[in-house]
């Protein structure tokens, strides 16, 4: 199906879909994450069953301020669907799709790891980029790049555009 | 354990008196493979539960090679990610820029010149190749066929030469550009193309000869590290590993991207679902690689741009590999700073503030040597990058591991994590 | 802030230096010459490959830019039988005290070759992630940069080391 289709398939359950540059996109609220999920594998005619990517990205000046982004796509029917649930920032929490497609065991803790946002129900969620005791979450864009206390000798070296020539 | 004469004081078969007061305790050892290790391929650790020699479970602990390259792009213009993002996944850096590229494209409205997308298939159809010799060879050094070490990196270095001429470097090449790529082929580079073309069959020949029916290479790899298609498809594994289990999943056949569509070859399958069809997989995946490779070079015949010609999008400079690598043709050097003033300040601000991109995201997939290698890119409608995640096969087939290690013994955890072909740098990031 | 740097032990003289201290016989005595000759002439590196840089390392070690015309061609895996690290690609703030850990674990005499520029300074990567430069950590005898270096660049600083070696004496 083309991504119009799927947009017009989820639509019916689902209003708040898009459809840019050839890609379907729908927003859910956070407690509609699994049943849609599991309806959308279990639709005949969209048979989303295989998660690519499970990620988040930071907006800082809108509400919700953090978006959970899920890529998921079918392995006969070759359409994607992104699915993507807002969250705020005092509340990060989202549920853990981990039952329902095992890969994201490690792309959860990926966005635990750069952002912070919290997975209930993740069988084993802690950092796995980033050293266990680092402190901070690098991505959100309210964090600098560089900058940071190197771990030997303490010296301090400013971030790319803080440095004098 | 048998005792002769039979047991005696009440002792049970194995031994054991049931009033002994000596203690038989089954301890399982836990053993850093640490991430410094010949044998990882790269910076991996794994913590192995053993019991004897049979693991029990194995933890993957990756990480030792975070780089920040996502928020690193964040922080540099668009057309500066090429170089970021291309060092990820190092061992296949055509892969990395096609993506990016093609995600920003797509964000753009454009799309690159046909003969600019015959050179990204060529180049990257190359690159997958020498991907799978180094795979190859380090696979054979980590189970004990040394030459197929100097074998592979070998014909690697042919490769190699062959884009040190195209590109200016051997590897991260930053050649493939938004609207299109670098520069043109230069001269005899399609007849050293074709050269390459008539030697490589051979030598894959060899290698077969040398480990296809090998009973050492069989008896490593035969059986080990099974992955069924179900347990593969729920971890999210895509690439040889999935096509070794039978399922014919190829971003190449299923979202063709940059022509793949119009290219005659086969998604290679087998049937074994282990180390040694994972193997075979590749080996032919070569081939066909190779059959890729001759079909571009006949397109290449008539002449064409490489580069889009919006002058919002291209790439200003014309560039010339020279004796001590890419730089500024002279010819160009001439142009901008003694004949046009406007040449000038557009490619002062083409390089400095870069290219605007129309806000939006999108997710644009291809095939990398190791599966399903994702871009998910944000713009905010600005000229640098709001967010670039990149979907790194190798992230999601490492999770595998532990499935297909569990319960097989510690030299097999080897076997399997040679066949996951993982590249830490994109793991990690 | 500048970053303090740890100046590697046996810098500070270049091989020209080495050399004419050498030809005037007041440095070296025969047995310094010996013991340097022996130290140069089969270092075995110990397997520090990190990233993009360590398959550059790998192909330096094989067939076409051949290290064993030095003795070179044997990894090491166990830093207790090496005597250089090759520190090839980005040092993560993950990986770092891994790397202190097996430095230290090297017996004396031990030079450290800091390959690329990620290893040298931190490289394009100046960023939360990379340590800027691994003499932070250990000190450095050689830096080549490059990124990734060519298999000749490579070969060219592991010679200028077996020259300082080879002219340093036998005392540190």
């Keep these: 199906m083309s991504a119009a289709g799927v947009a017009e398939r989820v639509r019916a359950t689902y209003p708040d879909v898009v459809v840019a540059r050839d890609e379907a996109s729908v927003s859910l609220g956070r407690e509609d994450l699994l049943p849609a999920l599991e309806s959308f594998r279990a639709d005949p005619a969209l048979r989303l069953d295989f998660l690519s990517s499970v990620t988040a990205t930071d907006w800082p000046g809108r509400d919700p301020r953090f978006w959970m982004v899920y890529e998921l796509s079918s392995n006969d029917l070759r359409h994607r669907l992104r699915v993507k649930v807002g969250l705020h920032e005092d509340d990060l929490h989202v549920p853990s799709v981990t039952g329902l497609f095992p890969t994201a065991d490690w792309h959860e803790r990926e966005t635990f790891d750069f952002y912070g946002v919290v997975f209930d129900g993740h069988p084993d969620l802690r950092r796995i980029l980033l050293p266990d005791d ?3 979450w690098p991505l959100r864009k309210t964090e600098e790049l560089g900058g940071v206390d190197t771990r030997f000798h303490g010296a301090f070296i400013p971030p790319v555009d803080r440095r004098t020539p | 354990m048998s005792r002769v004469g039979g047991p005696r004081d009440g002792a049970d078969a194995r031994g054991l008196s049931a009033t002994s007061t000596r203690e038989v305790r089954q301890e399982t050892m836990i053993i850093n493979m640490g991430p410094q290790h010949p044998s990882t391929h790269g910076v991996l650790r794994l913590l192995l539960e053993l019991d004897g020699e049979t693991v029990i479970s194995c933890t993957p602990i990756v990480g030792y090679l975070h780089t920040g390259i996502e928020k690193n792009t964040e922080y540099r213009t668009w057309q500066q990610g090429v170089t970021f993002v291309t060092r990820a ?173 119009t290219y005659g070859f086969d998604v290679v399958t087998r049937d074994g679902a282990d180390c ?75 390089v400095t503030e870069g290219v605007s991109v129309p806000p939006g995201e999108v997710y644009v997939p291809v095939e990398s040597p190791r599966g399903e290698l994702g871009f998910y890119v944000v713009s905010d409608g600005g000229n640098r990058p709001y967010r670039v995640r990149m979907r790194d096969p190798s992230f999601v087939n490492l999770q595998a591991a532990p499935q297909m290690i569990r319960g097989g013994l510690v030299a097999d955890v080897i076997a399997v994590i040679a066949s996951i072909d993982p590249v830490l740098g994109g793991v990690d990031r | 802030m500048p970053v303090e740097r740890v100046e590697g032990f046996r810098s500070g003289r270049t091989a020209e230096q080495g050399e004419e201290e050498f030809e005037r016989g007041l440095l070296l005595t025969t047995i310094d010459r010996a013991v340097g000759w022996a130290r140069k002439q089969s270092m075995w590196p110990v397997t520090f490959g990190l990233a993009c840089c360590a398959i550059e390392m790998m192909a330096t070690g094989a067939g076409d830019y051949d290290l064993s015309r030095w003795g070179m061609e044997v990894f090491r895996a166990s830093p207790r039988q090496a005597d250089l690290m090759i520190v090839a690609g980005r040092v993560s703030q993950k990986m770092a005290p891994v790397l202190r850990t097996i430095y230290d674990q090297m017996p004396e005499p031990k030079w450290v070759i800091s390959m690329g520029v990620c290893a040298s300074a931190g490289g394009m990567f100046t960023n939360y992630a990379v340590v800027q430069g691994v003499d932070t950590i250990v000190p450095v005898d050689i830096y080549v940069p490059g990124c990734p270096p060519k298999p000749e660049m490579l070969m060219y600083g592991i010679l200028r080391l077996h020259e300082q070696v080879r002219t340093e004496g036998s005392f540190k």
């Design chain 1, 134 to 136: 680092w402190e901070g």
């Design chain 2, 89 to 261: 996944d190092y061992l296949s850096p055509f892969f990395n820029e096609v993506g990016y590229c093609l995600a920003v494209e797509k964000l753009l409205g454009i799309e690159a010149p046909p003969r600019a997308q015959v050179l990204r298939v060529l180049f990257c159809e190359m690159n997958r190749i020498a991907s799978h010799l180094v795979w190859l060879a380090t696979s054979g050094l980590e189970l004990g066929a040394v030459s197929m070490m100097l074998y592979g990196f070998r014909e690697r270095e042919q490769i190699l030469d062959i884009f040190e001429a195209a590109t200016g470097l051997r590897m991260n090449h930053a050649y493939v550009r938004i609207g299109g790529v670098l520069m043109d082929l230069p001269d005899g580079g399609m007849e050293r193309i074709g050269d390459f073309l008539q030697m490589m069959p051979g030598r894959i020949d060899e290698y077969e000869r040398l480990l296809t029916r090998n009973p050492i290479w069989l008896q490593r790899n035969s059986g080990v590290g099974p992955l069924s298609a179900e347990d593969a498809l729920a971890l999210g594994v895509t690439g040889p590993m999935l096509r070794a289990a039978g399922v014919a999943r190829d971003v190449r056949r299923d979202e063709p991207y940059c022509g793949y569509e």
């Design chain 2, 276 to 350: 040694y069809a994972r193997y075979l997989v590749r080996i032919e995946e070569m081939r066909q690689s190779l059959r890729i490779v001759g079909q571009c070079l006949d397109r290449l015949r008539e002449p064409g741009p490489v580069m889009v010609d919006d002058p919002k999008v291209r790439w200003p400079a014309q560039l010339e590999v020279g004796p001590d690598g890419i730089g500024n043709s002279q010819a160009y050097i001439t142009h901008i700073m003694e004949e046009s003033m406007e040449a000038l300040i557009h490619h002062f601000k083409m």
